[in-house]
């Protein structure tokens, strides 16, 4: 049973150190332009943050929220217009070299407002703080919620004993989370099932889905299918810009990747944004998924259907991957938030800075969302949800194995978007694997060529 926590409103003694720490003059003037990505955070910060600062300083708070693949360009064009522009954004690191000449530096920020960038653990800090290729020794950005996929299962359905001998039956192995990813494959084949049929004796009157990421093209499938590409032992390229997507084992992946969303995706997953799947396993219509932590809440919510009823484990192994990996692994995902050079600098700092350090406790509690190392210590929010104590250690262990983003202004455009548009093109036969896989690599070499990383 989930404890109930009953959001509370600040003291007028808090309000008021906020105030004198926070007004200045100008600030009554100030509007700060936010954008923004899909996600947990939204809610609570139309309907709470945003409101209590613009409350307690007098900042007016304008937030736009824009589907991924819509937000990196529209802060491009905005930077390059070199006015009015937004003071605050998202920031996703392989997006970073869209706009990196207008993103404000701050260690100076840093150093005078006392922010406790400590707080961070040097493997956050490298994969979304710092960006040396483009901005070397800076601080670029604060990380808000640093995070790489892990393996989420219906717990009660995988305990269900007539399932548990289904499955032994029909496969000749415990019905437990998968070692590898070809395991996974057969639970999520063994869970897809048609209305009618039953699972754990109850009656299906919709259709269920053994696994689900959302896959919308290119971002969606990009970000999925690198789990696979990681998992391979791929990196993508070395020091020496060659790059290694030209392994036959790619191939191997993509086959597997293919199967795998065939006989067992719901097909609403092609049209799906960032966790959209995650309301199909809190409806019972999904078995198995991949879980960016920052969803947790969808399935885990007081009063959901799944609360409860999940289990958590890390990404399955791929055996005979390029690195001798014991485990799947990702690329390490969610973001932060940057400050764009702007008249606002200052001030978009102070608001970020008590977003994320002075509410850390509250902002936690309210989005589930892990950065900093004392919100993983804070005795009030371990104790804020009983499905931490399996939750958490796999989060942390998972972010162990995570691949930061390679720090080139292309990465976008040499990785994440071409490897979504090769998983989609074998997908839906627009090409052949081998055709896919060397437009991929001839692709990434044409950019590295045309960046003079190679000659």
């Not at 670029?140 to 995070?147: D, E, H, K, L, S």
């Not at 020496?240 to 067992?264: A, H, K, N």
């Amino acid at each position: 049973m989930q404890r109930i926590r009953t959001y509370r409103r600040l003291s007028l003694a808090l309000a008021l150190a906020l105030v004198v720490g926070l007004v200045t003059a100008t600030f009554a003037q100030t509007t700060l332009r936010i954008a923004e990505h899909p996600g947990p955070h939204v809610g609570p910060m139309e309907d709470y943050f945003i409101p209590l600062y613009e409350e307690l300083t007098g900042v007016n708070i304008v937030m736009e929220v824009l589907p991924p693949d819509q937000l990196w360009q529209r802060m491009q064009l905005e930077a390059a217009a070199d006015s009015d522009y937004y003071d605050i954004g998202y920031h996703s690191p392989g997006w970073f070299g869209y706009y990196h000449e207008k993103v404000a530096g701050l260690d100076d920020l840093i150093e005078e407002h006392g922010f406790g960038i400590d707080q961070y653990s040097q493997a956050v800090v490298e994969s979304h703080m710092i960006n040396p290729a483009l901005r070397p020794g800076e601080i670029i950005a604060i990380a808000r919620n640093p995070q790489t996929p892990i393996y989420a299962y219906r717990l009660d359905w995988f305990e269900h004993q007539g399932e548990r001998e289904a499955f032994q039956a029909e496969y000749g192995r415990e019905l437990a989370p998968p070692q590898t990813w070809e395991e996974l494959y057969d639970i999520a084949v063994f869970f897809t099932r048609p209305a009618g049929e039953t699972v754990a004796d109850e009656t299906l009157t919709a259709p269920l889905f053994g696994y689900s990421a959302s896959i919308i093209p290119p971002g969606g499938m990009a970000r999925a299918f690198l789990a696979i590409v990681y998992s391979l032992g791929l990196e993508g390229w070395d020091e020496d810009f060659q790059t290694d997507l030209d392994d036959p084992i790619l191939l191997e992946g993509v086959d597997y990747w293919t199967r795998l969303i065939e006989d067992t995706f719901p097909p609403q997953a092609q049209s799906w944004n960032f966790l959209e799947h995650l309301s199909f396993m809190r409806e019972s219509r999904l078995a198995t998924a991949e879980l960016w932590p920052e969803g947790v809440l969808t399935i885990e919510e007081e009063g959901a259907p799944t609360a409860g009823r999940i289990g958590y484990a890390l990404l399955p192994q791929w055996p005979g991957n390029r690195q001798d990996l014991p485990v799947g692994r990702s690329f390490i995902g969610g973001g932060g938030m940057l400050i764009f050079d702007t008249p606002n600098r200052d001030e978009a700092f102070q608001f970020v800075q008590w977003l994320l350090e002075d509410q850390a406790t509250e902002f936690n509690l309210r989005t589930a969302m892990f950065a900093r190392a004392d919100q993983f210590e804070d005795p009030e929010v371990l104790g804020a949800y009983d499905f931490y104590d399996s939750f958490l250690p796999v989060f942390e262990e998972q972010m162990s194995y995570g691949f930061p983003r390679q720090p080139i202004a292309e990465w976008g455009a040499v990785m994440y978007t071409p490897v979504g548009e090769f998983a989609s093109d074998v997908l839906f036969d627009v090409m052949t694997p081998e055709q896919a896989q060397q437009r991929l690599v001839d692709n990434m070499e044409r950019i590295f060529v045309e960046s003079g990383y190679v000659d």
